[in-house]
Each structure stands twice: as structure tokens, then as C-alpha cells.
């Protein structure tokens, strides 16, 4: 493999990542494409890329899929940018239009209202690129840097990653590095080594990207303490569960 082929998502909770493997000189001989989390698992499932941050919800397209490193973008507790937004409370939810951007929050949002909140909405969806204006929607999901934004639009804002540790008692993986094929250890040890250094140097990160961060009170904050990256035991138990329910 002379050039390595990776994509990325490009939201302020994946920096860290994109931090570490800029840091690390590996992109000297890499190809780093930041996209839409479910463009992310389009490049990787046609073979465009070599590695990607997948979101969860695809991985059952994957015929067959390897883990690349023990580093995920997870929660396990509020994580702030994966929404039910409503000018109703849930009780009163009749229709959810789908954010196209991410099939984890459509697929996680659906589990929750079958499941937990026991509502049956009917879904709408979204078109790739279709811009996201409040006064259009009277209920949606939403995720990334726009919900900073537009949640303060709605009086009823719903935090998926919350509504599923309360419903299960476990952390949610919303993506995960992985490749269709096996990759060599010169390739994935060098990768999990400047993700790593990226997590642990994240302060750093947003000086070095001070001028591409989203309008976020405090984006600090929100790396350190609303986004959990490391892919644990329980993450792996939330994982689990989470695909279990999409059969």
C-alpha cells in the first residue's frame, strides 16, 4: 500500500484525531478526507478509502470488518451534539424528520422511541445536503457542530446518548475506526499511537485549530467531558447491544 487512504468525520468531536495524525507525520504518506459520518462509511464500504471513522449504525452493511485501533467517539453521558429536537414534548411527537448525516442517531432514535419512550412516529428524511432551518421542522434529529446552534430553537431537546444510558445502564458508541481488510501493524500501530496522542493533547489541538472551531460556548469542555474515546469494555457491552437491537 503506497499511499494510505483515510476519511475522517469532520465535526469538532473528531479533531483530537485529526490533531494526532497530522502531529505524527503520518499524512506525509496519507490521503486525509474529512466527511459526513455516513459518507465516511460509504468511502470505506466502495473501497475510496483504506481506513475510516464509521459510524456505528453502518457496520452491519460491512460483509467483514476490522478494528483498527481501541478509539471511538462514545459517550457515557450526555455527549451534546446527537439530538431529538421538538416544539413538543415526546408524549406528543407525531412525525421525526432524519438528519441524512448520521444512520447511528436515525437507527439509535428509532430504538428509543419503540422501545423506551414508546411512541411511534412516522419518519421523514432528510436529502444529502439539505440544509437544517428550525422554523421548517416542528421535530427532528439532528447531530454535529449545527445542533450548538439550532437546539436553541426548540423548547424540547432530547439527548440520545442520555435517553440511552438511561435506558440501558450503558455507555453508546457513535463510530469506530475500522478497515474492510486486515491491515499490517506498521499501518495500525502508527495510527493508534497519533490517535493516542491527539486524545491526550487536546488543549493543543484547539489552539492549532483555533480558527475552524464551531460556534460551541466551550469546546473544551465538551472534548474532555461530553465525548469519551476510549473503546472499553463497556463501550464494547453498549456496542453489542446496539447492534443486537438492529438485528
Keep these: 500500500m503506497e499511499i494510505l ?5 469532520s465535526y469538532l468531536n473528531t479533531l483530537p484525531f485529526v490533531f494526532g495524525l497530522e502531529r505524527s507525520g503520518l499524512l506525509k504518506n496519507s490521503v486525509l ?12 464500504e466502495s473501497g475510496a478509502v483504506d481506513l475510516a471513522l464509521v459510524p456505528a449504525g453502518a457496520l452491519p452493511d460491512f460483509p467483514e470488518y476490522h478494528l483498527i485501533s481501541p478509539f471511538c467517539i462514545g459517550a457515557v453521558k450526555e455527549v451534546k451534539t446527537v439530538l431529538l429536537l421538538s416544539q413538543k414534548p415526546l408524549t406528543e411527537i407525531r412525525n421525526i424528520h432524519l438528519d441524512f ?7 439509535l432514535v428509532k430504538i428509543l422511541s419503540y422501545n423506551y419512550w414508546n411512541i ?5 428524511n432528510l436529502n444529502r445536503g439539505e440544509a437544517i432551518t428550525p422554523a421548517r421542522y416542528e421535530t427532528l434529529v439532528a447531530i454535529g457542530d449545527k445542533t450548538f446552534e439550532i437546539r436553541r430553537h426548540f423548547p424540547y431537546v432530547y439527548d440520545l446518548a442520555s435517553e440511552w444510558i ?3 445502564g450503558l455507555p453508546f458508541v457513535f463510530a ?3 478497515s474492510r481488510t486486515k491491515l499490517p501493524e506498521e499501518i495500525t500501530r502508527p495510527v493508534t499511537a497519533a490517535l493516542a496522542y491527539g486524545v491526550a493533547h487536546i488543549p493543543e ?10 460556534a460551541c460556548d466551550n469546546c473544551l469542555g465538551y472534548l474532555e467531558n461530553n465525548i469519551s474515546y476510549s473503546l472499553d469494555k ?3 457491552k453498549g456496542l453489542e447491544l446496539f447492534l443486537n437491537y438492529l438485528g
Design 166 to 168: 438511561k435506558f440501558t
Design 234 to 236: 463497556d463501550k464494547q
Design 5 to 9: 487512504k483515510i476519511s475522517a468525520v
Design 176 to 178: 469506530l475506526w475500522i
Design 101 to 107: 448525516d448520521s444512520r447511528t442517531s436515525v437507527e
Design 120 to 124: 411511534s412516529p412516522i419518519w421523514k
Design 33 to 44: 478526507e474529512l466527511d459526513v459520518p455516513s459518507v465516511c462509511a460509504e468511502k470505506l
Design 205 to 214: 489541538c484547539l489552539e492549532y485549530f483555533h480558527d475552524k472551531l464551531p
